[in-house]
Every structure is written in C-alpha cells, then in structure tokens.
C-alpha cells in the first residue's frame, strides 16, 4: 500500500509564503513524476505544478515566479514553496504522484488528503 501525506498548510496574509510537503511511503519501487494540484470551493481541481524524476519542472501560469516545486528522490518527498501569496491561491492543496509499487508492474496515479491553504487579504 502506498500513502502520500501532506503537511505544511495553514493561514497566511497576502504577500506572505508557506511551504507544503508531501511524503511518499509504503511499498515503492519507484516514482515517476510528482505534482502538486489544487481545488478551490465550487471550482475545479487544477494542476500548479509538476516535477518529474529527472528535475524537470512545469508551472500553471498563475503561480510562475512565485511558486517553487522541488522533491528529494532519496526520502520520496516532494515540496512546493509559495511565496507572494494572493488570496486566489486560498484551496486545498493535493500532492499527487505516479508511482509503481514494489512487485507491480503498472505506474498508479496515488494521492494525498489534501491540506488547506488560506490567504487573507
């Protein structure tokens, strides 16, 4: 079985920064490309940024310059530093990752429980 679990959410003014992590544990073989999404209320979960196992790097438009998404492949963790906060990045933030687990043969998309993230203006 294979957890991802968030930590690292919480309540910040505009302008301000926080940092999310996310951890990856149970029966990994590997991990493919790890992200970061969000859903805000009455909207739709939305990608903000994706890391693949190489270092690559992708960014939604709105979050570029201002949002870092780095992972550290020897502890399975990913993390995601937001600064310059706006009170339209106020969601839950989901971690998600493609991982094949040890014995599989297919790559599972796994996700995390989410954890909030409130900017107040």
């Known amino acids: 079985q294979v957890q991802l679990v968030e930590s690292g959410g919480g309540l910040v003014q505009a302008g301000g920064s926080l940092r999310l992590s996310c951890a990856a544990s149970g029966s990994i073989f590997s991990i493919g490309a790890m992200g970061w999404y969000r859903q805000a209320p009455g909207k739709q979960r939305e990608l903000v940024a994706t890391?693949?196992?190489?270092?690559?790097?992708n960014y939604a438009d709105s979050v570029k310059g201002r949002f870092t998404i780095s992972r550290d492949n020897a502890k399975n963790t990913v993390s995601l530093q937001m600064n310059s906060l706006k009170p339209e990045d106020t969601a839950v933030y989901y971690c998600?990752?493609?991982?094949?687990?040890?014995?599989?043969?297919?790559?599972?998309?796994?996700w995390g429980q989410g954890t909030q993230v409130t900017v107040s203006s």
């Open positions: 890391i693949t196992s190489g270092g690559s790097t």
């Open positions: 998600a990752a493609d991982v094949q687990a040890a014995g599989g043969i297919t790559i599972k998309d796994y």
